[in-house]
């Protein structure tokens, strides 16, 4: 490069300049890359032990372990339907080394629901990618003198308010699951919201409320039992894991609700490290084991891009919305 003058001297030095701190900047950030993980992964879970996050989260976790190199660690922060755990996921470093599984009340609903949240889905989080969709049932005790969907809302009817349903929290999929079948049969069921599925699952079995809707990945080994009757699936078809138990939308026109889990990280992780923890997480859910596994309790694998992700959380958080306001439940 010829240099003409002491001015030009200058912007050679500048330009010259610019470009070795480009070079460090770039080598920095490739070394991060290839350094991650220095330490082992926290993956946060809003709910207690025992509910269906839980579980795929434990799942897969050990198998993300030996990929990565590090251990992942699952941390149960549960509480205020799931805002504890996600306000400490948004807060957390954004190296690459905290994850956060969340769901569609967690990454959709809730800021629908609560008008003054320590965080903003949107702007604190990065999507990864789309875990599993969950596949819901609608459950009873057996005490509970219902077989069908026809059944339930004519009880339902004609005891307005007298029958409980447990949730994994208020905004949660299962609260709003009913809510929904609240809102198209006209019926009215009494909301009874929990810190998680498990300690839900665990009044229902007892007896002390009357039905749910929750995941096939919980319910399947009760309903198995005979310790809980499945009434009907909520999707749009029928799982092959309980092929007898028809669908909602078999005696309630149009009702269709499926659950889903997806992955996402502080906003600030470096766009590098969220590209490996992607590669990483996707390989693992759709190695045919671990994909034959989730299946086999209820999930079925996703494993999209960030891109496809984020545009579908946006979509979630404007449909579940609408359900909100017709089911008029009421911001917290």
Do not use: C
């Not at 991060?32 to 025992?50: H, L, M």
């Not at 009044?203 to 039992?225: E, H, R």
């Not at 600030?268 to 859910?285: C, F, G, N, S």
Request: charged residues 15%.
């Amino acid at each position: 490069m010829e240099k003409v003058g002491v001015g030009s001297d200058l912007l050679y030095t500048r330009v010259a300049g610019f470009g070795l701190a480009l070079l460090l900047a770039t080598l920095s950030a490739l070394a991060g890359a290839q350094a991650f993980p220095s330490k082992p992964i926290r993956w946060i879970v809003a709910f207690p032990p025992g509910g269906a996050v839980d579980i795929v989260a434990r799942m897969t976790g050990p198998r993300l372990a030996a990929s990565l190199g590090q251990q992942v660690i699952v941390d149960n922060r549960a509480g205020a339907a799931g805002i504890v755990g996600t306000d400490i996921a948004a807060k957390s470093p954004p190296d690459g080394h905290t994850w956060f599984i969340g769901t569609l009340g967690n990454l959709a609903a809730n800021p629908m629901l609560y008008t003054k949240l320590p965080f903003d889905i949107v702007r604190d989080f990065a999507p990864i990618t789309h875990v599993v969709d969950i596949w819901f049932i609608l459950i009873a005790h057996p005490s509970l003198p219902v077989k069908s969907v026809k059944e339930l809302i004519a009880l339902a009817k004609a005891r307005p308010g007298e029958l409980n349903f447990s949730s994994s929290g208020a905004g949660g999929g299962p609260h709003l699951a009913v809510e929904l079948l609240n809102s198209m049969a006209g019926t009215r069921m009494t909301h009874v919201p929990y810190k998680g599925s498990g300690p839900g699952m665990t009044d229902l079995l007892a007896g002390q409320v009357q039905l749910t809707i929750d995941s096939v990945v919980q319910s399947l080994p009760y309903v198995k039992a005979g310790r809980l009757r499945g009434i009907a699936i909520t999707g749009a078809k029928r799982t092959p894991l309980l092929p007898e138990v028809p669908t909602v939308g078999e005696s309630l026109r149009g009702y269709d609700v499926t659950n889903w889990f997806g992955l996402v990280v502080p906003a600030a992780t470096p766009p590098e490290i969220r590209a490996r923890i992607h590669a990483e997480v996707v390989k693992v859910l759709l190695t045919p084991d671990i994909k034959e596994r989730l299946l086999s309790m209820g999930a079925e694998p996703v494993a999209n891009t960030p891109e496809a992700f984020g545009a579908f959380m946006k979509a979630e958080t404007a449909k579940w919305g609408k359900v909100i306001r017709d089911a008029k439940i009421p911001a917290q």
